[in-house]
């Protein structure tokens, strides 16, 4: 086997981990992973940094902060815990969705067999995955009236546009309209400072997921700032299961969009955002 085929550049790397090669470059900064340097100085992964990077990924996938995943790489799986805590439920729950869909199925059967047809509508929602998010209705102004369908929506969900397009009038219609869904908006601003400080005083857990949130970020990158505690707070917060954000980036430096992003992405097989922004908490 030729060198070439053994050692893949950042990009060709980055692609099959599924990860970006900004990533990459930060898992290297870190200390984590250390590339091959060809003759020219290039970088390079060959087989030992792909079965590194690979584990880094996957540690990342769990939640895992970089911190953390040095303390696994170095021999300390304590911090996996909570991690694998948490995708364990989030399994059960998937496994429990399977199950009532058996369940239904069984009884369609046992419909059947006693000559019932199935209810209109049963079928649909047989073979629709039980997670599914969708959402229909007639789109305020700007749009008329036209009707507005929003179907498969993904764990990690933006809205884009030019300014004034009406980007924020949909985003509170699609929140007004899915049930068990909250809205958060530009007024988390004003819970920054002094007064996020006292709210976050006040409530010893949500200063845990806060602070365990923050401490994410700064670590990928992002710069501390009243506007990210500010959308960090307002976002764990709330309760119901879908959370509709708008302008999740106000505020926001790159390195800190980025690293949100990051974090976002990583929330698991239970999570979800629509951005302007759509997150289905775990």
Not at 66 to 71: D, I, N, S
Not at 246 to 263: H, K, R
Request: aromatic share 4%.
């Amino acid at each position: 086997m030729t060198r070439s085929a053994e050692f893949l550049n950042p990009s060709e790397a980055a692609r099959r981990l599924g990860v970006s090669t900004k990533a990459l470059r930060l898992y290297e900064q870190r200390g984590l992973v250390v590339p091959v340097r060809t003759g020219a100085r290039w970088r390079t992964y060959g087989p030992s940094e792909m079965a590194r990077a690979t584990e880094i990924a996957a540690l990342r996938a769990l939640g895992l902060s970089l911190t953390q995943v040095a303390q696994v790489l170095k021999g300390d799986p304590q911090c996996l815990e909570p991690a694998l805590a948490a995708h364990q439920a989030a399994l059960e729950g998937r496994i429990r969705q399977l199950s009532d869909t058996v369940e239904k199925v069984r009884s369609l059967r046992a419909d059947l067999a006693l000559g019932q047809a199935p209810a209109a509508g049963d079928l649909a929602r047989l073979v629709r995955p039980a997670a599914e998010i969708s959402v229909a209705f007639d789109l305020p102004w700007p749009w008329g009236g036209e009707r507005f369908e929003l179907r498969d929506i993904l764990s990690l969900n933006y809205i884009t546009g030019p300014l004034g397009c009406g980007k924020t009038r949909l985003a509170q219609a699609i929140a007004e309209t899915l049930p068990d869904t909250d809205f958060l908006g530009l007024e988390r601003l004003a819970d920054s400072g002094a007064a996020a400080r006292a709210r976050l005083d006040a409530d010893p857990a949500l200063k845990s997921r806060v602070d365990r949130a923050l401490a994410w970020l700064v670590e990928d990158g992002a710069v501390e700032s009243a506007a990210l505690i500010a959308l960090l707070l307002g976002m764990e917060a709330k309760d119901s299961p879908i959370l509709v954000v708008d302008m999740v980036e106000q505020g926001l430096d790159q390195a800190s969009q980025e690293a949100l992003i990051a974090y976002l992405r990583q929330r698991g097989p239970g999570a979800a955002l629509l951005a302007h922004a759509l997150l289905r908490h775990p």
